[in-house]
C-alpha cells in the first residue's frame, strides 16, 4: 500500500467509525464514552493523514538557477508550496520549516 492509499484508507475508516456510532443507539453514558473516544480516534487519524500527506513530495515553485562566481550552473533554489519558505536549496528533500517533502524533479541543468 503506497502513501496516497493509506490516506484514503485512513479517511474512510474515520468516516465509517463516526457513522457506527450513530447507529447503535446506547445509553447517554456510553454515548459519551464513545464520543471521547472517537474524538481521540479522529485526532490520531488526521494526525496519520497529516504526517502521509507531508511525505508526498510536491513540486517546488519559483525555483530558479545559483551560478558560481565564474557564471556557471551551480545548484538551484525554490520555495515551498506549503509554507512559502524561500530559498531553499536543490539538495533539501524536506522544507526545513514545515517538514514537506519536496520534488526537484522537473529541474534539470537545461532548464534553468
Not at 506549503?82 to 517533502?101: F, P, T, V
Amino acid at each position: 500500500m503506497d502513501k496516497k492509499e493509506a490516506i484514503k484508507e485512513l479517511k474512510f475508516e474515520k468516516n465509517i467509525s463516526a457513522g457506527v456510532m450513530e447507529q447503535l443507539g446506547i445509553t447517554k453514558a456510553l454515548r459519551e464514552i464513545v464520543a471521547i473516544q472517537q474524538k481521540k480516534r479522529t485526532q490520531t487519524y488526521d494526525t496519520a493523514i497529516e504526517a502521509l500527506e507531508k511525505q508526498i513530495p510536491i513540486k517546488m515553485k519559483d525555483m530558479r538557477a545559483v551560478n558560481d562566481f565564474s557564471g556557471r550552473y551551480y545548484t538551484c533554489i525554490g520555495t515551498c508550496p506549503i509554507c512559502g519558505e524561500e530559498n531553499i536549496y536543490r539538495n533539501s528533500n524536506y522544507c526545513h520549516k514545515c517538514g514537506q517533502a519536496l520534488d526537484w524533479e522537473e529541474v534539470n541543468n537545461n532548464e534553468l
